[in-house]
């Protein structure tokens, strides 16, 4: 099963995306600010990282910073998602690494959407 990380300081939003994706059949792990998800990474790989952008502590490009100092974690598909809709807020999270970008409130169908691209990038990588 898919593991999938959500960093998100909302509980809300970090609730509900993870009993969506629960019904979609992913196995999710949560946390409520980046410090704690850089824990979880290392601790408990997942598959995938869903990541707020600002969020107390440790924001999303911080967290995506850390994990390129780990070679096996910075092959993790990595997504932000924020309420930050600007064409430049998006182009610099791209340009951090990250594998793709959502604005809140986003459609469960562009979620999963998101979430099949990049693992389908990860296989079709790891058979080259």
Same mark, same amino acid.
């Given at each position: =099963?898919?593991? %999938?990380l959500?960093?998100e300081?909302?509980?809300d939003?970090? &609730?509900? +995306?993870?009993?969506?994706?629960? !019904?979609?059949g992913?196995a +999710?792990? +949560?946390?409520?600010?980046?410090?704690?998800? !850089?824990?979880?990474?290392?601790?408990?790989?997942?598959? !995938?990282?869903l990541? @707020?952008?600002? =969020?107390?502590e =440790?924001?999303?490009?911080t967290?995506?910073?850390?994990?390129?100092?780990?070679?096996?974690?910075?092959?993790?598909?990595?997504?932000?998602?924020?309420?930050?809709? &600007?064409?430049?807020e998006?182009?610099?999270? %791209?340009?951090?690494?990250a @594998?793709?970008? !959502?604005?809140?409130?986003? &459609?469960?169908?562009d979620?999963?959407? %998101?979430?099949?691209?990049?693992i389908?990038?990860?296989?079709?990588?790891?058979?080259?």
């Amino acid at each position: =099963m898919i593991s %999938i990380l959500i960093i998100e300081d909302n509980n809300d939003i970090r &609730e509900n +995306t993870s009993e969506l994706l629960e !019904l979609e059949g992913y196995a +999710t792990l +949560t946390a409520s600010n980046g410090k704690i998800g !850089l824990e979880k990474i290392i601790s408990n790989v997942p598959d !995938l990282i869903l990541c @707020d952008l600002r =969020m107390p502590e =440790m924001d999303g490009f911080t967290v995506l910073s850390h994990l390129g100092h780990y070679p096996h974690l910075k092959r993790i598909p990595f997504v932000f998602f924020s309420a930050k809709s &600007e064409k430049l807020e998006i182009k610099t999270g %791209i340009d951090a690494g990250a @594998d793709g970008y !959502l604005v809140k409130p986003f &459609e469960l169908e562009d979620l999963l959407t %998101i979430i099949e691209k990049c693992i389908i990038k990860v296989k079709s990588s790891s058979l080259q």
